[in-house]
């Protein structure tokens, strides 16, 4: 069903409302990561922290019946100290030095552009047009999510990113799980910048993530899957440069792929290996700070769904403390594919051009023609492939899930392996960059008209969006 039927603000105010909330997750997370981890105190963790505290407190007040009475509030708040810490957020170009640019390095810059422009492009992804905007717009109508016998798409994928959607949404913007997603990923390249010492691997490990087709997929919609595969691959970086991790240190990494399990509970299929290792590598530490956070953590992640989810069910079980999603949907969603080839041909050839977008590119073959010998290459590759496996197994066999293994594996090129040639590298992976740019300007191009105009919105909808023109007609 398309539900977007009344227009919201044009475009480029859907930016700046956008932009300002960011700014007040990220005054947010600032404020809790001076208080409980102040060597966390960077651009990009400060959002990923405020906005999972924030979404995560947000999901608690739906399910306490108190939405109704928090919601406006809690909206203008966001905004208030999103003006406030707006010169900090706008402080961004201080982090990166943007000095001598080389040809590659302005279209990394310009394909980040495009990529913005297609955040705030009318949308007409399926899924969105049904549950991802479905469900926000039925919280404000009801102040509860549907029920599970009312409206079972709409009850078993609700997230958190649904329910934090719910405060632009009433803001006037749809696009703001969009362009929060972008942000995040050009915020996670800034705190690289500064990671990566070499200009030279900095513009491969760009290079590689973005020349990925399905990067446009995950950029054009408000499906939440690239924020929490930015969090699961934080989390795998810390978990790799940290020789010793205290307290403090499994707890950011805890609340890291906890929060991702929040957005998507699929991403507890590629958390729970680093988290395991985290848990282990943590606990030679202090064995018992750890496991009392590991239970405090737990409580505050999965207890509220879980004690929801029991209320919900008639016959509960122990899958149903993470999802109400019943089996036989589950095993749909393993078998569904998004082009026509099965998996994995699925996953690096589309089966008609307008199904690039499903693909993540052959970048990734890349792995194969590097080893290294050293401890942390063999934990790291035991990491992907074994999670590609429990992938495979019980989770959706789609380009847009696989993309969070071209992240981690961008990983294991520039911190793990010490012998590779990037200048080879990264001319093999040119061409399939530059083919992902065109696209993206080709989208860009077609949807900057509704970007100005509702009525030029309404237009491209009309032509590209999923039902659109039925539900107006309905």
């Not at 769904?305 to 949907?329: D, R, V």
Request: overall charge positive; hydrophobic content about 55%.
């Amino acid at each position: 069903m398309n539900i977007l039927n009344e227009p919201v603000y044009v475009g480029f105010i859907q930016l700046l409302i956008s932009l300002i909330m960011i700014s007040g997750l990220i005054f947010l997370g600032r404020i809790i990561n001076n208080f409980i981890f102040n060597k966390y105190n960077y651009l990009f963790f400060n959002l990923l922290v405020g906005l999972i505290i924030f979404s995560q407190f947000l999901k608690i007040i739906v399910f306490l019946g108190v939405f109704e009475k928090i919601y406006i509030p809690l909206s203008f708040l966001l905004l208030i100290s999103g003006l406030y810490n707006f010169k900090n957020f706008i402080g961004i170009k201080k982090n990166w030095n943007i000095k001598k640019l080389s040809i590659i390095e302005i279209s990394i810059l310009f394909f980040i552009f495009l990529l913005l422009l297609n955040s705030i492009a009318p949308p007409s992804m399926a899924d969105a047009l049904d549950y991802h905007y479905g469900v926000p717009i039925y919280l404000l109508k009801n102040f509860t999510i549907p029920n599970f016998d009312f409206w079972l798409w709409g009850s078993v994928v609700v997230g958190n990113s649904e329910i934090m959607n719910s405060l632009p949404m009433y803001l006037g913007t749809d696009n703001f799980n969009s362009i929060i997603q972008v942000l995040s990923l050009i915020l996670f390249f800034v705190f690289f910048n500064n990671e990566i010492k070499s200009k030279e691997k900095f513009n491969f490990f760009t290079l590689f993530i973005l020349s990925s087709p399905t990067i446009l997929q995950l950029v054009s919609g408000p499906k939440f899957m690239l924020m929490p595969q930015l969090m699961t691959t934080t989390a795998l970086y810390l978990f790799i440069k940290i020789k010793k991790i205290n307290t403090f240190d499994f707890i950011f990494i805890s609340i890291l792929l906890m929060g991702a399990t929040q957005f998507r509970s699929s991403f507890i299929i590629s958390g729970v290996i680093i988290g395991f290792l985290t848990f282990l590598k943590a606990i030679k530490s202090n064995q018992m700070k750890i496991l009392f956070s590991s239970f405090i953590l737990i409580s505050i992640f999965f207890l509220p769904t879980a004690l929801w989810n029991y209320n919900q069910l008639i016959n509960f079980n122990l899958f149903n403390i993470f999802s109400m999603m019943p089996a036989e949907m589950m095993e749909t969603m393993k078998t569904w594919r998004e082009n026509d080839y099965i998996f994995p041909v699925n996953l690096f050839f589309p089966s008609s051009l307008g199904k690039i977008s499903t693909i993540i590119g052959f970048q990734i073959f890349l792995i194969f023609f590097t080893f290294s010998k050293s401890k942390d290459s063999r934990i790291v590759l035991f990491v992907i492939f074994s999670t590609v496996l429990l992938q495979y197994f019980l989770g959706m066999n789609v380009g847009r899930v696989y993309f969070e293994f071209i992240l981690w594996s961008s990983l294991y090129f520039v911190f793990i392996n010490k012998k590779i040639n990037f200048k080879l590298f990264q001319k093999i992976i040119l061409p399939q960059f530059f083919c992902v740019v065109f696209l993206s300007g080709y989208f860009a191009v077609i949807s900057i008209p509704g970007i100005f105009s509702n009525d030029h919105r309404d237009k491209f909808m009309k032509k590209n969006s999923f039902e659109h023109e039925i539900a107006q007609w309905v």
